[in-house]
């Protein structure tokens, strides 16, 4: 059975960092991209970001591009999310997930096959 299990949320000051990690089990994820998504209540879940199967490609939603890192380690099957500058507005639930396939449109909630259950990220001002 196919796991993705988040860790490293909880809550920190505006300004701080947090680093979230994303355990995967069940299968080997080292041939598929996987990203992160967050989502507030009552809101769509939104693209933050992603990686190739490599990592050697990622991308970034705009609202976290320079402060927001994502990495990967295909050998512990493990995605990573380094969160810098944390703004009261990047409060949310956040989300890993991964793909079954080699292409996909990177942002697009669609192209995931796995998700993780979540772990709450918040940022006090």
């Known amino acids: 059975q196919v796991q993705l299990v988040e860790s490293g949320g909880g809550l920190v000051q505006a300004g701080g960092s947090l680093r979230l990690s994303c355990a995967a089990s069940?299968?080997?994820?080292?041939?598929?991209?996987m990203g992160w998504f967050r989502q507030l209540p009552g809101k769509e879940r939104e693209f933050v970001a992603a990686?190739?199967?490599?990592?050697?490609?990622?991308y970034y939603a705009d609202s976290v591009k320079g402060r927001f890192t994502i990495s990967r380690d295909n050998a512990k099957n493990t995605m990573y999310l380094q969160m810098s500058s944390l703004k009261p507005e990047d409060t949310a639930v956040y989300y890993c997930a991964a793909s079954r396939y080699a292409s996909i449109s990177y942002s697009g909630i669609k192209g995931y096959d796995y998700w993780g259950q979540g772990t709450q990220v918040t940022v006090s001002s």
């Open positions: 990686s190739s199967w490599s990592g050697g490609s990622t």
């Open positions: 069940g299968r080997t994820f080292r041939t598929s991209p």
